[in-house]
């Protein structure tokens, strides 16, 4: 230490010692200053179950289940498509556009003064299929939970057009965006109130539109829905 002491004095005694001093002195501190900052930061989590959209407390099931209401909304560059109805099963009633329709699996009918076979009025149905809205989610980054006193949730994910792409078409892209979101709200029973597709990158690259399309799905009164009677065969009857 005593050497120490005198080598600091020597160098000292002179301009080109005192730089180097100063120089020592400054690469010793931003040194540590370095270090304090990197250990007030947590390490990420990069457990592969919680970034590929894992980390929830709620279920699909009773979607899967196929009874509920519903109010599904398409936006697409600000145009807003609304369909709301009800759903057992493979059969559902819905109207959309003051418009009746009725789908029975297969086929969808649109009521005029009889009901007639009709077009898919839906722009992309693919998003209102209930193992296809499971495995898009699952296939989401998760990003982040809101928690409210009351019991609710919104999980907070991202989505890319790639993963879109391979899920929905089964064609892999290699698209360069800005990734998709994707928002489920929870109840306080842990049932799905809404999922909401804010969609803009995917619909932009894929020429779908020239700057937004939102989809939000929207399900209550699951298992309350009783067997929809089908109304071609009533027609027909």
Not at 43 to 52: A, G, I, K, L, M
Request: glycine share 4%; charged share 25%.
């Amino acid at each position: 230490m005593k050497n120490f002491f005198q080598l600091i004095k020597v160098l000292w005694s002179s301009s080109r010692g005192r730089a180097f001093l100063f120089f020592g002195f400054y690469f010793v501190f931003f040194f540590f200053l370095i270090l304090i900052i990197r250990g007030g930061h947590h390490p990420v989590d990069t457990d592969q179950t919680y970034e590929r959209g894992k980390k929830y407390s709620f279920s699909f099931q009773e979607l899967f289940d196929k009874n509920y209401s519903f109010s599904y909304s398409e936006v697409l560059d600000g145009n807003s498509m609304l369909y709301e109805g009800k759903k057992n099963q493979k059969q559902s009633l819905f109207h959309y556009m003051e418009n009746q329709y009725y789908y029975d699996g297969e086929n969808y009918y649109l009521k005029e003064e009889k009901w007639q076979k009709s077009d898919n009025p839906f722009l992309l149905p693919d998003f209102f299929n209930e193992e296809m809205i499971s495995s898009l989610v699952d296939a989401s980054s998760y990003e982040s939970t809101t928690s409210y006193e009351s019991g609710r949730e919104v999980y907070h994910f991202y989505l890319s057009s790639n993963t879109i792409n391979q899920i929905v078409y089964g064609i892999h892209t290699d698209i360069m965006e800005e990734p998709n979101k994707v928002v489920v709200s929870v109840n306080e029973n842990h049932q799905i109130d809404s999922i909401s597709f804010y969609l803009n990158s995917y619909c932009i690259a894929s020429k779908m539109c020239q700057k937004s399309l939102d989809i939000k799905l929207s399900f209550s009164d699951y298992g309350k829905i009783d067997k929809i009677e089908s109304p071609i065969a009533r027609q027909k009857s």
